[in-house]
């Protein structure tokens, strides 16, 4: 197969990799997320990666605690999440480095833009972790907003299920998945794609979404390879 994009980045949220865990990492799924990964930069395809941090602490869910100390901690939770995903494609052989937007020098560099650009263009793979480093922002729009900074093709958001839906499919049998959406179709009918910042983001900046499912990790290859797979998320439906 030969890869339909350059450069992509890569959303995975925190539950994908606690696997049939309810909770922390399960690293058995780690390595088998990250192993479609290295098959893609293989192929020359250069990937930026955002963590989400569910699998530990969900700042929104926090109770009575101060929102913006709550996103903290979120934050620290992506940011273990990074290292379990960059040790697992280190195992693989991969060079990768972690770039957290708050600065923990001791356990990975500062996020850089044009230094995580220098990466990519050497065949590394850059895991982004603590968010936008700001409380009140998702990892969704994050993934939005490192996209744009790294000029990505395309946002390829792996989730717990195989594309948008106009309700919960867990919860309504009669949930109709789309194939293709506009971003105004997103905001308009709040499809829960990612937040309305996030799709806002990339809206402005004409960033296309994939939305897939994680639970056949080789997705992420087809995904590249331009496969009809998920539900795709552009600025129109041409």
């Not at 959406?181 to 900046?205: E, G, I, P, Q, Y």
Request: hydrophobic share 40%; net charge positive.
């Amino acid at each position: 197969m030969q890869p339909k994009y350059k450069r992509v980045l890569l959303k995975l949220s925190g539950e994908s990799l606690a696997g049939r865990q309810d909770h922390g990492i399960d690293f058995d799924t780690v390595l088998k997320i990250c192993k479609p990964i290295k098959d893609c930069v293989e192929m020359g395809v250069q990937i930026g990666i955002v963590v989400g941090g569910g699998n530990f602490w969900r700042g929104r869910s926090s109770g009575q605690m101060d929102r913006t100390r709550a996103d903290h901690m979120g934050m620290l939770a992506t940011t273990i999440n990074a290292l379990g995903v960059a040790d697992a494609l280190e195992q693989y052989g991969m060079s990768v480095r972690v770039q957290t937007a708050i600065e923990m020098r001791q356990i990975a560099e500062p996020y850089i833009r044009n230094r995580a650009v220098r990466h990519l263009e050497k065949g590394r793979v850059v895991v982004f972790g603590c968010g936008t480093g700001n409380p009140f922002f998702s990892t969704d729009t994050a993934a939005a907003l490192r996209a744009a900074e790294i000029d990505a093709d395309i946002i390829l958001k792996a989730t717990m299920v195989d594309g948008v839906y106009d309700s919960d499919p867990k919860t309504n049998k009669n949930a109709v998945k789309f194939d293709r959406l506009t971003f105004m179709d997103v905001l308009n009918k709040d499809l829960k794609v990612m937040d309305s910042t996030a799709a806002s983001l990339c809206k402005d900046n004409n960033i296309p979404i994939l939305v897939f499912s994680i639970d056949d990790p080789y997705n992420i290859v087809r995904a590249v390879c331009g496969q009809s797979i998920g539900t795709v998320v552009k600025g129109d439906l041409k």
